[in-house]
């Protein structure tokens, strides 16, 4: 035991010091917090969860072309808002080597795939992390790091982080829109949304207690938009019901950011907003390099919907010119113009402008 309490205090020391030579450098890391469209693998690792991004195609564009637990072919838009501002992407927290250094020079992602602001979200799906349980696990990561670094150095370290929260898709999507969820009948629209943003308002007054400073929450698409909306409709059209809910929760928590950043002791809170932007790629695709913004490019042929990409599915001739990937999320090509656009409105300089996978 003396042996092993030797061993702890050097490595504590050493990574005390790197952390604050780090830090004075200006090296800070991401604390992602979110659903399938910022997920980077903790589903996989949930083997009971029936949202996984486990099989092909999933991940084809993205380093060896294997599955990597991104509901995409390649990109999410929070790797590609990290990348762009020069910051490291986050691991998964669920990744078995992540350790007190990865954590340190990397951060933690603990998006999952079928999460949502509200427990109840995503049931169905068995195995998923809700934006509390997400809290939860990071509140883990801190008495972690506590122990690794001391108190002071990691409450510098957290103090000094990036945090992202990507939320509320599911909601809806997973939870309102269908009747065997309670919060279908016990609410209208407007009562769910405000439901929705009060609990959102708890959860961030929560990460500001545990040390969130610069925070930013990415606000909802067009989600009546997506194929699998198109599809359950006579027309093929967007749902216009499904998107005003997006656009009225988007309005209420845009105002609750502002003033949470105004309230909360040296916060900054902002709302990230490409709404309008997604809306005209999916109207106009044409314009922005696109061919098709109405189908899925991982299909079954003409059995849909199919809900995933799956291994039987076949691809569309390229990638690139289809703004979504599957029947619920983005393309890479989509998430990247998603994510310029995003950071364009929040007036952050893009130092790296590399499109690495």
Known sequence: MAAMA????????????????????????????GDSLSDVGNNNYLTKSLARAATPWYGIDFGRGMPNGRFCNGRTVADIVGDKMGLPRAPAFLDPSLDADTIFKNGVNYASGGGGILNETSSLFIQRFSLYKQIELFQGTQAFMREKIGAAAADKFFGEGYYVVAMGANDFINNYLLPVYSDSWTYNGDTFVRYMVDTLEAQLRLLHALGARRLTFFGLGPMGCIPLQRYLTSSGGCQESTNKLARSFNAQAGALLARLSSSLPNATFRFGD????????????????????????????????????????????????????????????????????????????????????
Not at 10 to 30: E, K, S, T, W, Y
Not at 308 to 316: A, E, G, N, Q, V
């Open 274 to 357: 490409a709404y309008d932007y997604f809306q005209d790629i999916i109207d106009r695709p044409y314009m922005h390099g696109f061919n098709n913004s109405r189908a899925p490019c991982c299909t079954l042929g003409r059995i849909r919907p199919t809900l995933t990409c799956t291994p039987l599915s076949t691809l569309c001739k390229d990638r690139s010119k289809y703004v979504f990937w599957d029947e619920y999320h983005p393309t890479d090509r989509a998430n990247e113009l998603i994510a310029l656009e995003t950071l364009r409105k929040l007036n952050i300089t893009v130092v790296n402008n590399a499109t690495s996978s």
């Open 6 to 33: 030797r061993e702890r205090k050097p490595l504590a020391v050493a990574l005390a010091v790197a952390l604050l030579l780090g830090l004075c450098r200006g090296d800070v890391v991401q604390f992602i917090f």
